[in-house]
């Protein structure tokens, strides 16, 4: 079997499965947002009762992320109603964006959108924060209310994205009915050269099978190259799996696996054991390919949507309006110094946000320095315009006045984050291109689509 057949062949409590087969699996992990969590539990108490409980408070993880630092009446609101819930259940993972739990949340906008306006449980960016505060675990089910969800599967587990009536379904008995994914193999091999990013290798990937070219199936990256990537690398390129349309993405499990799972449930003190699945060697997949590492390219995926392929030297030329890094996709501590790398000593040209994923990055670019400076101090002396207020910001658009969110028609955005079909950081008539966080820096020092290794020559 495939690396997820064996994962939910256990959760089914089956010897086998294969794909095809329509299964129930047991949840291990239920995550939910600002977004789609009141619609959720408006399904849950809709089917289940308005006094009904939980089937493990354990296992439920509330994370408000998407729409938080506006003035929007409305998005402020969904918050609330995921405090009152939390309460209502006694729920012990809810990171909630102000410490009273029985206050109400209100973005000051006379305060501004660059300076903290969250408390000391806030998490930040979903994607980000369910792996750096213990709830990713190798060989478990994880569900949320979010397409990305597939991120987590760079820690060896089944991660996947569902709708508030499934979420609603699994809040209340702990289980789902899925039908086995078919699996694409992406073996890699060689080592990234300098100037290449995760980012680049994901691209590559829905470049050469298309934006629809995994759908309902599984991407399983393995390979000896696997070794040479960082969790940060592993986490930049399962995110993107449903950008191919993909179920789900799924890595081998390894001592660096291991290593960063053990450190973050020990620090948070959530649950340790676990169990990760191993590639066996007689495996069915219904695509396979090499790719080498070593021979791909900054790379650049044009608008309208994500399987727009180019690299960033068959673009020169283009010129750009405006550069964002951010996003549970871009916005990690070892993407912004890769900005930095690039931009120190410069300075942007083109509007320039920045966006980190979740407070414990804010804290770690403002506190590592590099020479007589911080990162967070090279972003700004470049000009980019960072903010303290981790989360989703821009993009996914948002209310008008989310941070580094295009309002204005004709724009064109190169940006490190996940998605870019029309209307997806604001106007649909502003034009996305997405890419690694080291191109997108080098873009924003020219103004227009420039290789990042034109400024890591030294």
Partial sequence: MTLTEKLLARASGKASVQAGDNIWVKADVLMTHDVCGPGTIGVFKREFGKTAKVWDKQRVVIIPDHYIFTA?????????????????????????????????????????????????????VCHAALPAKGHTRPGEVLFGTDSHTCMAGAFNEFATGIGNTDAGFVMGTGKLL????????????????????????????????????????????????????????????????????????IFEFDARTAEYVDARTRLNGTKSSYEPVEVDRDQKFVYETVIDLSKLEPTVACHPDPGQRKTAKQMNGMKLDRAYVGSCTGGKTSDFIEVARVLRGHKVSIDTFGVPATPEIVHELQTTRWGNETIWQILENAGVRMTENAGCSACLGGPLDTFGRMNQGGLKCISATNRNFPGRMGSKESEVYLASPATVAASAITGRVTDPREYLTN
């Avoid at 029985?102 to 660059?114: E, H, I, L, M």
């Avoid at 390129?237 to 993405?249: D, F, H, L, P, R």
């Fill in 72 to 124: 929007d009446s409305m998005s402020n609101r969904n918050v609330d109603i995921l405090r009152d819930f939390v309460r209502e259940q006694g729920l012990p993972y809810f990171y909630d964006v102000i410490d009273d739990p029985n206050g109400s949340w209100k973005f000051d906008a006379s305060k501004g959108n660059t300076k903290r306006q969250y408390g000391s449980n806030y998490a930040g």
């Fill in 178 to 249: 899925i039908k086995v994914p078919e699996t694409m193999r992406f073996r890699l091999e060689g080592k990234l050269q300098p100037g290449v990013m995760a980012k680049d290798v994901i691209l590559h990937c829905i470049g050469e099978i298309g934006f629809d070219g995994a759908t309902y199936r599984a991407m399983q990256f393995d390979g000896p190259g696997i070794a040479t990537l960082s969790m940060d690398d592993r986490m930049t390129i399962a995110n993107m799996a449903i950008e191919a349309g993909g179920k789900n993405a």
